[in-house]
């Protein structure tokens, strides 16, 4: 079964405390950023000072596709896309339902990918959106979306940028960065962002 890993700060909820979904990359799995110590960084900065907020990283993975794009397939096999912005979202809010305002979704490598695709293919569930080293073009190595012309566009975000207006758009790579598929793409897709009159904060 597909696992969720949260963190929340002390007290109870409530729908003014913001929450993060966090995307893994591929091969990836849910637990991958409480591994690398983020509950015991978030616990640091929240004695610092810094106001609360919830952090939930879904899981990516499926159970017919090893690389799924935190994608829907066409198949109807693997519908994660679905999982995350369902019963994700309504396991780590539950009646404390937040604003779009107030939930963010980001991701790593794949997980930056899948975090635009998702939020522009949801229009009015995230208010901001961050990609960490993504990419913004279809890379179905899995068969996710079967060949089928009209499946691969709705899933590809540098076709429709104008997708993500509303929305708070924040693009970071490493200059340095030598995977083909990542290298140059967040300055392309802020470029695409602009001109559709979306502003984006590009950071490299």
Known sequence: LPILWVWRPPGPDSATIPVLYFLHGYPGEARDCFSAGM??????????????????CP????????????????????????????ADIAAVEGAHRRPAALRVIAGFSMGGYGAMNTAMQNPGLFGTVVSISGYFVTNDLSDMFGGLPAVLARNDPSTHPAAARGMHVILEEDADDQLNLVRGQAAWMAGLLTAAGVPAVLLI
């Open 39 to 56: 509950a015991a960084l978030l616990d640091q900065r929240l004695r610092a000072g810094y106001p609360p907020f919830v952090v939930a």
């Open 59 to 86: 899981d990516g993975n499926g159970a017919a596709h090893s690389d799924t794009e935190w994608a829907n397939a066409a198949n109807g096999t693997d519908q994660v896309m679905s999982r995350v912005t369902g």
